[in-house]
């Protein structure tokens, strides 16, 4: 539960372990996020963050423990989640406009083909709008840049105007600035909306001026807090099982010692 309110907690998780395959992914995951918060899952390849979102979507059952989503056991096509996952480019010559991408949101699966066309587009036009892509919504997707496809896939995740939003990482192949306009672009939804975010990411430092706490995963283990309180030496040595050294220096954190 929320504890200012009688509202439940946007996400709940209570004693969970993920298993895949006969491997234990996750041990035991406890923590919650509240409305409008901004959450930014960190940890290396195989940790489990793609993994979480799909326990959240429904898509993966937890092997024990509890998980809620706005008090409610997940279920697929919950539209109170956006989704954008975790993506590779498109080809060169693909050829569907961008605002193509973005309606897929709406005709590819939750509400079906019956909606009304104007009210449709509308939306469409705000959600693009909303993420700076109108001066592109015409182009051939495949023309597009990293940065430019990335808007596309939050524009789409924003349509059914989720409580929740779940971004898997959105700034892979981006260089530091144009990931740091994805980071302000999610800020902005974020507090606008007061939608909570969890965004994957393998770089913490251009989200260091945005995000409210870290979830760090490692090892089958998790923590969760500030970026001050989590990225410290004795709290990933003690997750990753080994030394590891964090070192801080012009306003970033570096991690040393261990693959992140
Ligand atoms: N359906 C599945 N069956 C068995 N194992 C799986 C399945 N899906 C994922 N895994 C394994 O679970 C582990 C966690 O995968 P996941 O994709 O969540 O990692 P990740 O933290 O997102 O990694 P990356 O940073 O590479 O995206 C990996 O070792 C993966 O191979
Ligand atoms: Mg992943």
Redesign the pocket.
């Known amino acids: 539960m929320n504890s200012e309110s009688n509202e439940p907690s946007v996400v709940a998780l209570e004693h969970v372990q993920v298993r895949?395959?006969g491997?234990i992914?996750q041990e035991d995951m406890n923590f919650s996020v509240q409305d409008g918060e901004f959450i930014a899952i960190l940890?290396?390849?195989?940790?489990?963050?793609?993994?979480?979102l799909?326990l959240l979507l429904g898509l993966?059952k937890p092997h024990a423990g509890s998980v809620r989503v706005l008090g409610r056991a997940p279920s697929k096509g919950n539209k109170d989640i956006g989704y954008a996952p975790?993506f590779r480019m498109v080809e060169a010559d693909f050829a569907l406009r961008a605002r193509d991408i973005v309606r897929f949101g709406l005709d590819g699966n939750k509400w079906g083909p019956g909606w009304p066309n104007r009210k449709r587009d509308e939306l469409i036009e705000q959600v693009l709008q909303e993420v700076n892509a109108l001066s592109f919504a015409d182009a051939p997707v495949g023309q597009l840049s990293g940065g430019e496809q990335q808007r596309l896939l939050i524009a789409q995740a924003l349509l059914t105007g989720p409580r929740l939003l779940l971004l898997?990482?959105p700034l892979a192949n981006l260089d530091i600035a144009h990931g740091q306009e994805i980071v302000a672009l999610v800020k902005t939804v974020c507090r606008s909306r007061n939608v909570a975010v969890m965004l994957?990411t393998?770089d913490v430092n251009p989200l260091l001026p945005a995000v409210d706490r870290v979830l760090y995963?490692a090892n089958g283990q998790c923590a969760i807090g500030t970026p001050q309180e989590v990225i410290t030496s004795q709290i990933l040595s003690n997750l990753y099982g080994s030394q590891v050294e964090v070192v801080k220096a012009l306003g970033s954190m570096f991690v040393v010692g261990v693959q992140i």
């Open positions: 895949l395959g491997r992914i940890g290396p390849n195989g940790a489990g963050k793609s993994t979480l799909k993966v975790q898997d990482e994957v393998h995963m």
